[in-house]
């Protein structure tokens, strides 16, 4: 349902941002049956970019009654490749991980982004308690029992909790008073979409460079993603060039496994970034997706967190209503804070380790690095505990 009404409206929670972490989130927070708002203008996906959607979160999406809607549109991963291109002195050896050691068909799919806000839009408009508000986010304003939100167009509405999805300038954060460290990185992701001569398999293969990731994810028949880390400069370079030229580029760089390749139309950058909020919830906000977390795209982590962000605030707004809790208050909070901090923390350091050991031009961190890959290459229960821990945090588990 979409709302125009100026007048005020009242919900028992409301969310801002209606990207695919914002849109499961309100999908997920209106089937505990809680009345629901989402605040987002619905405006077409504006890339092509992929996600590798890994451990839980098709299972969430099916929970959701998405995943079937899309489920065509995505390729499967069964095989990780990671391969040493830096051309030093000390390189790591490849290291492959297949999905059917740790007794899985698949670790995950890979889909374009588009498709999976088409999926979640239609089901978002089934709910009859959801209710699509078709602006943007103007004023956020917590007092002590709720939140007031004005939209752009002048639209009132109050909600006791708060979601803020709305990225990493987000509004609502700012509104909660949450503080965030943020450190740019010198890199820049180039993302565009390839066809190619010979078949992935199912294989998504890693590159590392000394200026970061290039990964070739498959999609659906012989099209594969790319996401190529650079510097800044070179990334203006490939972005400069004819589809021609970059096509080659991108076959070079991907050492011709894919055969000939052609690049698609549309390719975007985005600077990299690591940002940190000093809190994931307060004053009867909490925070989901980028406005909660910002991670390089290193391991397919970042909308994976955004989906468990999703999840977990839809599982704790449950228990609050089952129990008569009001489920904006400080306990409520605090146990999102609680369950989300320990995941979010240790993968952005995972990530950032990963990252600065493979930019490292110190002898000492290259033999680490080297090290640590040919353990997991050789030492079986080594790489197991690797790709169970890669999919979804052990301590979930031993914690639901």
């Keep these: 349902m979409t709302e125009t009404s ?18 499961a989130a309100a999908l997920a927070l209106a089937e505990t049956g809680a009345r629901t708002a989402l605040v987002a203008r619905r405006v077409p996906y504006g890339d092509n970019r992929t996600t590798a959607l890994l451990g839980g979160s098709v299972a969430f ?26 051309g030093r002195l000390i390189r790591a050896p490849e290291v492959k991980f297949v999905c059917s050691e740790i007794g899985l068909e698949t670790f995950g799919y890979n889909i374009e982004n588009r498709e999976l806000m088409i999926a979640l839009e239609a089901r978002a408009a089934e709910l009859t308690n959801l209710i699509r ?24 509405l109050m909600a006791r909790l708060i979601v803020g999805a709305d990225g990493r300038q987000s509004l609502c954060r700012e509104a909660a008073g949450i503080s965030v460290k ?18 992935h398999k199912n294989m998504s293969t890693e590159f590392h460079t000394p200026a970061g990731p290039c990964v070739f994810v498959p999609l659906p028949g012989n099209r594969s993603s790319v996401v190529w880390v650079n510097k800044p400069r070179d990334a ?34 985005f600077p990299l970034a690591i940002e940190q909020p000093a809190q994931l919830a307060c004053n009867r906000i909490a925070l989901v997706g980028e406005a909660a977390h910002v991670v390089p795209p290193i ?15 839809a599982d704790i707004v449950r228990d609050a209503g089952m129990n008569g809790a009001d489920i904006g208050a400080a306990p409520v909070l605090a146990r999102f804070e609680k369950t989300r901090r320990s995941d979010i923390s240790s993968r952005t350091f995972a990530i950032d380790m990963a990252n600065r050991s493979l930019l490292s031009d110190l002898l000492p961190m290259q033999v680490i690095r080297a090290a640590g890959m040919h353990a997991m290459g050789s030492i079986g229960p080594l790489r197991r505990l690797a790709m169970r821990e890669g999919l979804s945090p052990s301590w979930r588990k031993s914690a639901s």
């Design 6 to 23: 100026a007048s005020t409206s009242t919900y028992n929670v409301a969310v801002v941002g209606g990207g695919p972490a914002g849109l």
């Design 133 to 156: 508000i078709d602006d943007e986010a103007d004023i956020v304003t917590p007092d002590e029992m709720q939140v007031q939100v004005r939209t752009r167009q002048g639209q009132v």
């Design 182 to 199: 943020r450190r740019a990185l010198e890199q820049t992701a180039v993302t565009f979409n390839i066809t190619h001569s010979r078949p």
């Design 236 to 269: 203006e370079r490939l972005m400069a060039l004819s589809d021609e030229a970059l096509s080659d580029a991108a076959e070079k760089q991907s050492h011709s496994i894919l055969g000939r390749v052609q690049v698609e139309p549309g390719r975007h950058t």
């Design 299 to 313: 391991g397919a982590q970042g909308l994976n967190l955004g989906l468990r962000d999703a999840g977990d605030i």
């Design 61 to 86: 999406l099916e929970s959701l009654d998405v995943w079937r809607r899309c489920a065509d549109k995505a390729a499967a991963l069964t095989t990780m490749r990671l391969v040493d291109d830096t």
